[in-house]
């Protein structure tokens, strides 16, 4: 059974940094793109970062470009999203999904979806 576990979101002061991670059990992970989804109140879920099954390639919306970076260890089964100079905007929930397709910005290239971790950022 594939699992995708979010953590390490919370509530930031805007201007501050968190470090999300996504565990993965039941998928040959190394073979994987993994993605980052976020979804606001209200609003659709979006694109928000991608890395290659090597971590040789990433792609990144142009919102948190400069901002956020995504990393891997496939020794640990796992994914990041190093997300700094938060503002409220990046207030949401967010997703690891897992793609044997590609870095795509397109949900339904998305294989498997964990449950999500919220991230709020206040003012």
């Known amino acids: 059974q594939v699992q995708l576990v979010e953590s390490g979101g919370g509530l930031v002061q805007a201007g501050g940094s968190l470090r999300l991670s996504c565990a993965t059990s039941?998928?040959?992970?190394?073979?994987?793109?993994m993605g980052w989804f976020r979804q606001a109140p209200g609003k659709e879920r979006e694109f928000v970062a991608a890395?290659?099954?090597?971590?040789?390639?990433?792609r990144y919306a142009d919102s948190v470009k400069a901002r956020f970076t995504t990393s891997r260890d496939n020794a640990k089964n796992t994914v990041y999203l190093q997300m700094n100079s938060l503002n409220f905007e990046d207030t949401a929930v967010y997703y690891c999904?897992?793609?044997?397709?590609?870095?795509?910005?397109?949900?339904?290239?998305?294989?498997?979806w964990g449950q999500g971790t919220q991230v709020t950022v206040s003012s």
């Open positions: 039941g998928l040959t992970f190394s073979t994987y793109t």
């Open positions: 890395i290659s099954w090597s971590g040789g390639s990433t």
């Open positions: 999904p897992a793609s044997g397709i590609s870095m795509s910005v397109i949900e339904r290239r998305y294989d498997y």
